[in-house]
């Protein structure tokens, strides 16, 4: 007989309501043995650990990548921290120094360094870092599966299903299918990165349940999960759970009205048309792009026909991927990034320098100004595939008018040797910069005279105008998109286009936020480009904004003196 209903309370984790049958996610143990090594052969043992290291970061690359491409670039820093561990002496470092000095297998001291770490991480008062207990887990799990040769198991989640776990990983969410109706977790917190991609990727989750509240679930058993309240109803009766599926329908139907609404394009209530662009990192994201209301892409990321190959891309196979995306989105037109390498970016055929702060370093256009010969393949590519749509080719990491007009002179002689070849290319083809160096906001008037467009890059601009590694946990909170500073380089930059008549967008996360939408409307933004993800609810919120007062409090949000107390939008 079917026990009652029961309701138990735990963390609101990522808002909305699910009904479905539970899924028992039961984690892959490994059993280590401890095993003794003679001092001969530990060294050989501490290079069997940095093949593992060296091939953990590279699965968690990937990983980063599918993220940063389905989810988006912010949720994809979850997994920076994951790369950082790998580095970090005083984990892998340690690890590597107790093979030597305990003469232990390299499985055994993985495991015990691990759980030393993730206890010592648990034990600290403050919430964010307690919770990066699970991400150093995560890590260890990755090495010891690795070490032990074990294949990485996918597990087959039913449609509609709502997982249960003691706890997920980072790695285990990110992958998780597109079906998956929510998810319960015994442990964790709201500020755990699995928490924050359930929030972006719109998985309802409730966690830190406790382990007695999940003891007695079956796979099959009906859950009502309340991720705004924090509740787990387990085995509801027949009128809560008809209440509950009404509420997450009208939920859907919402979700539902602003794909549809999104098909058409974007204006604010008082008729001010606003472009909305899709984020693009790869070929595989045109088709959510287009069916989440695109009206043309932003921002397209080449950086996937790079990382995704043991080589340099030749011309015919990135001819093929850019006639491919410009056909799709004919005659919209489609902003294509040329190659952005270095920094948080490397390629291993590449053979790059390691650097001491690569995100200041030898990246993006100063790599391609240093290596024609790279990025000359690129562009003959390009303009090839110019015929086949609306193509409008953008240079990033601009911070002086001669790095502009190497490129532009690149791009002509480029356009040249093809019509001497007989080869067709568009008769005009925008040509535009972005502006993610506080150096190219500044001087946005002199720039605007020398390009067809400009679309400013949040991410990077933010970094380097407030002095925050973007990628740096321990300063995570100064990193802040909205702080008046930064709003006053974009301001800037969209005064120097109006003046010069040039277009102007933003590409960086910031543009896919829907509470800033507001603020970069009366900033004079004409164009944002985002994750598909948040297109239907950036043009919903266009719709309800008036220009005229979006300039006025666009004005008072320059002269404020700080971004949570004046402003009152989260900084991100």
């Not at 240093?370 to 990033?396: D, K, N």
């Not at 970094?463 to 990628?471: E, H, K, S």
């Not at 948040?534 to 904004?545: D, G, H, M, T, Y």
Request: proline share 5%; net charge negative; aromatic share 6%.
């Amino acid at each position: 007989m079917q026990s009652a209903q029961q309701v138990f309370q735990g963390i609101a984790a990522s808002p909305g309501m699910a009904v479905g049958p539970a899924f028992i996610w039961k984690k892959d143990d490994v059993v280590i043995v401890e095993w003794q090594l003679t001092p001969e052969q530990a060294p050989k043992e501490q290079q069997r650990f940095a093949a593992a290291v060296a091939q953990a970061k590279q699965e968690i690359a990937q990983i980063r990548q599918q993220t940063a491409r389905q989810v988006g670039e912010t949720e994809a820093k979850v997994f920076d921290a994951h790369l950082a561990f790998l580095d970090d002496p005083a984990y892998t470092g340690e690890i590597q120094k107790q093979i030597g000095d305990k003469f232990m297998g390299a499985e055994f001291i993985c495991q015990q360094v691990t759980e030393a770490t993730a206890e010592m991480l648990a034990a600290i008062p403050d919430d964010y870092l307690r919770a990066r207990a699970g991400d150093i887990r995560d890590v260890g799990s990755r090495l010891l599966r690795i070490l032990t040769g074990r294949e990485s198991g996918s597990k087959d989640v039913p449609e509609g299903a709502i997982i249960v776990a003691e706890e997920l990983t980072p790695s285990d969410t990110a992958q998780l299918p597109a079906h998956v109706a929510g998810f319960v977790l015994a442990h964790g917190s709201k500020t755990a990165h699995t928490a924050i991609l359930a929030r972006t990727m719109g998985i309802p989750s409730v966690v830190g349940l406790g382990d007695v509240a999940l003891a007695d679930l079956q796979d099959g058993d009906t859950l009502v999960v309340d991720g705004g309240s924090g509740t787990v109803t387990v085995r509801p009766d027949e009128m809560f759970e008809k209440a509950a599926r009404e509420q997450a329908a009208r939920e859907q139907s919402r979700r539902e009205a602003a794909r549809q609404a999104a098909q058409t394009p974007a204006r604010t209530q008082d008729g001010q048309r606003i472009e909305v662009f899709a984020n693009i990192g790869s070929l595989k994201d045109i088709d959510l792009a287009l069916a989440s209301g695109a009206e043309g892409v932003g921002l397209f990321r080449t950086e996937f026909l790079y990382q995704d190959s043991g080589h340099w891309p030749t011309e015919d196979e990135q001819f093929i991927a850019y006639r491919t995306v410009l056909e799709a989105f004919a005659p919209r037109p489609v902003i294509i990034r040329t190659l952005d390498i270095g920094g948080d970016k490397p390629l291993p055929y590449a053979d790059l320098p390691r650097e001491e702060n690569p995100f200041l370093g030898h990246r993006a256009i100063r790599f391609c100004l240093a290596h024609p010969e790279v990025f000359r393949v690129q562009l003959r590519a390009l303009l090839r595939a110019s015929r086949y749509g609306q193509l409008w080719v953008m240079f990033p990491m601009i911070q002086s008018l001669s790095e502009l007009r190497q490129a532009k002179d690149i791009l002509a002689d480029c356009r040249q040797e093809l019509a001497a070849e007989g080869v067709e290319v568009a008769a005009y083809i925008k040509v535009g910069m972005m502006v993610e160096i506080p150096a190219a906001a500044i001087f946005a008037d002199v720039f605007a005279r020398e390009v067809d467009f400009m679309s400013i890059g949040t991410n990077d601009l933010t970094q380097y105008t407030l002095a925050v590694d973007r990628g740096n946990e321990r300063v995570a909170e100064l990193y802040q998109p909205l702080h008046p500073g930064v709003l006053r380089l974009v301001e800037m930059t969209c005064e120097a286009a109006r003046q010069a008549g040039i277009p102007v967008g933003m590409c960086g996360e910031l543009a896919g936020d829907v509470e800033a939408t507001e603020v970069l409307v009366g900033l004079g933004l004409t164009e944002l480009s985002m994750s598909a993800g948040s297109i239907p609810f950036v043009k919903e919120r266009l719709a309800r904004i008036d220009s005229q007062a979006a300039k006025v409090q666009a004005q008072a949000r320059l002269v404020q003196a700080t971004v949570a107390e004046e402003i009152g939008i989260s900084a991100r």
